[in-house]
């Protein structure tokens, strides 16, 4: 089981993992030994995660979110199967406790009475400036 915070917890039936070969340094073992690993989540179908939570995390993960609803995290950061495996546990787990996190609603408010002197100001000075490119008399 994967304890995301203290009310969501994912279970091991709801992953799979996929181990493929990696790119990058390794030499010969690099040919021989699946070490990439690739983690799915069925996320739109998990019970463990509220509907607000799977809308939030669908709009977090972007393009590892499929069409039918899983989140698709490929590691193959080092040359060890079980490193990388740790690695797409720890991201899905941040990614998933990022979403449920609320977003804190904005409380709309008014510029203050100092910060309108300043902008009106601001915009006198920048007028005065282009008002001095004008034609020069010849006087």
């Known amino acids: 089981m994967l304890r995301i915070t203290d009310d969501i917890a994912i279970e091991d039936w709801e992953l799979t993992e996929q181990f493929t070969r990696a790119g990058g340094p390794g030499g010969q073992n690099v040919n021989k030994v699946s070490s990439a690993v690739e983690l799915r989540f069925e996320a739109a179908r998990s019970p463990n995660l509220p509907e607000p939570v799977k809308r939030r995390?669908?709009?977090?993960?972007?393009?590892?979110?499929?069409?039918?609803?899983?989140?698709?995290?490929?590691?193959?950061?080092?040359?060890?199967?079980?490193?990388?495996?740790?690695?797409?546990?720890?991201?899905?787990?941040?990614?998933?406790?990022?979403?449920?996190?609320?977003?804190?609603?904005?409380?709309?408010?008014?510029?203050?009475?100092?910060?309108?002197?300043?902008?009106?100001?601001?915009?006198?000075?920048?007028?005065?400036?282009?008002?001095?490119?004008?034609p020069v008399d010849g006087d």
């Open 57 to 134: 995390l669908q709009r977090l993960a972007g393009s590892r979110w499929t069409k039918e609803g899983a989140v698709v995290i490929r590691v193959e950061d080092t040359r060890h199967q079980a490193r990388n495996r740790e690695i797409a546990r720890e991201r899905l787990t941040e990614l998933i406790r990022r979403a449920a996190e609320r977003p804190k609603k904005r409380i709309p408010t008014r510029p203050t009475l100092a910060s309108k002197k300043r902008r009106l100001e601001a915009k006198k000075k920048r007028g005065a400036v282009k008002a001095m490119r004008g």
